[in-house]
């Protein structure tokens, strides 16, 4: 489909390992965010990557969370030395740009034993 | 500290009533807001908009209705349907607020037939 997806849908990991989670954005939309969700809460911001520019990361948790966006398209999510406080969906959107609504892709569900 | 809030984590409505959602917010910076609806174990998915310069928009059974002095926004669905039946989350932005949305914690919706 066009759609926003995301890989693996589901993960279940032992704490301390490393994840990586991926996002395909819709082709074309130069804007991308990947947010968590927590169980009983909102969205919480993670990072923004808008073409060339420097990503903003002002929402990532700690120094564990990194993410990369390769030729604009793809991007990896990446949690080193899991913690049980890492369990949550975490979901990845793109829009064409900063100022248009933002399409989701179904989320990866991070288990953290 | 959230700046966007939903008070009532959920609500239900009979078949063909009206369905009012509710979000108040803090930040007087916010002057981009929308509404997304999600269904279990998919992502949100944008529902309607509405900026600042005006007090309501509406698409289809969809309104939106922006109370600035207030801060507060509310989404009116009418006739309400069972496939509604879904959470809601509002989510803000505004210029020097970054390039994050703010999203509220949602409010489940139950249409009964």
């Known amino acids: 489909g066009a759609g926003v997806s995301q890989s693996p849908s589901n993960k279940v990991t032992e704490k301390g390992k490393d994840v990586e989670l991926r996002c395909d954005p819709i082709s074309g939309h130069t804007a991308l965010y990947w947010y968590r969700q927590s169980l009983g809460q909102g969205l919480e911001f993670l990072i923004y990557f808008q073409g060339n520019s420097a990503p903003d990361k002002s929402g990532l948790p700690s120094d564990r969370f990194s993410a990369e966006r390769t030729g604009g398209s793809v991007s990896t999510l990446t949690i080193q030395r899991t913690q049980q406080e890492d369990s949550a969906v975490y979901l990845c959107?793109?829009?064409?740009?900063?100022?248009?609504?933002?399409?989701f892709g179904d989320g990866t569900r991070l288990s953290i034993l | 500290d959230q700046q966007v809030k939903q008070n009532s984590p959920s609500l239900s409505v009979q078949e063909g009533r009206i369905s009012i959602l509710n979000c108040d917010y803090t930040n007087s910076m916010f002057d981009y807001f929308l509404w997304y609806k999600k269904y279990p174990a998919e992502g949100p998915t944008f529902l309607i908009s509405i900026s600042s310069i005006k007090d309501k928009n509406e698409d289809g059974r969809f309104t939106v209705f922006l109370n600035k002095s207030a801060k507060h926004l509310s989404l009116h669905i009418v006739p309400s349907q069972p496939g509604d039946s879904a959470v809601y989350f509002c989510a803000a932005r505004g210029r020097g607020t970054g390039n994050q949305f703010y999203f509220g914690t949602g409010t489940s919706l139950t249409v009964i037939p």
């Open positions: 959107a793109s829009s064409l740009d900063r100022d248009q609504p933002q399409h």
